[in-house]
């Protein structure tokens, strides 16, 4: 055990963190995302939200300065009445961590699939909110 680290970020979790380099991305997929058909590794952090998880990595994990867009939301699908109040809670965690926060870019479904298939890992999350899936694109950490 160490110290100073929050304890929903597990050891497999912080592993994959310290491997990815700049431009990797990282994608944390709500319950309903398909994390073991589409993710290269899978992170399994059932019973953990996506909001609680993205503000303990957000304390490690610096966000790409050389994009426009390092976070990535799934866009809802056209037709589908779905409220999306996740996105504010992410807003509000992006912008405690990086007060300058981000563009944040919205994918449509299918493109999202995709993307998110080239990411370096999914934390596949217990989230039940719907479209709460998400892409991070790692920076690099400035001295």
Same mark, same amino acid.
């Given at each position: 055990? *160490?110290?100073?680290? $929050?304890?929903?970020?597990?050891?497999?979790?912080?592993?994959? #963190? @310290?491997?990815?380099?700049? %431009? =990797? +991305?990282?994608?944390?997929?709500?319950?309903?995302?398909?994390?073991?058909?589409?993710?290269?590794?899978?992170?399994?952090?059932?019973?953990?939200?996506?909001?609680?998880?993205?503000?303990?990595? *957000?304390?490690?994990? $610096?966000?790409?300065?050389?994009?426009?867009?390092?976070?990535? #939301? @799934?866009?809802?699908?056209? %037709? =589908? +009445?779905?409220?999306?109040?996740?996105?504010?809670?992410?807003?509000?965690?992006?912008?405690?961590?990086?007060?300058?926060?981000?563009?944040?870019?919205?994918?449509?479904?299918?493109?999202?699939?995709?993307?998110?298939?080239?990411?370096?890992?999914?934390?596949?999350?217990?989230?039940?909110?719907?479209?709460?899936?998400?892409?991070?694109?790692?920076?690099?950490?400035?001295?």
């Amino acid at each position: 055990m *160490l110290k100073g680290i $929050p304890k929903i970020l597990s050891p497999e979790l912080l592993k994959v #963190l @310290m491997e990815m380099g700049h %431009g =990797d +991305e990282l994608v944390i997929g709500d319950g309903n995302f398909p994390a073991a058909a589409i993710g290269r590794r899978v992170i399994r952090a059932d019973g953990h939200q996506a909001p609680e998880l993205l503000d303990a990595i *957000l304390q490690f994990f $610096p966000l790409d300065q050389y994009v426009q867009s390092p976070v990535t #939301l @799934m866009a809802v699908v056209p %037709g =589908d +009445e779905v409220a999306t109040p996740i996105w504010d809670e992410y807003r509000a965690i992006v912008t405690k961590h990086y007060p300058e926060a981000p563009e944040f870019k919205h994918l449509e479904r299918f493109a999202f699939y995709e993307q998110a298939k080239q990411a370096y890992a999914v934390v596949a999350t217990g989230e039940s909110a719907l479209y709460a899936n998400l892409i991070l694109k790692k920076g690099v950490v400035l001295a």
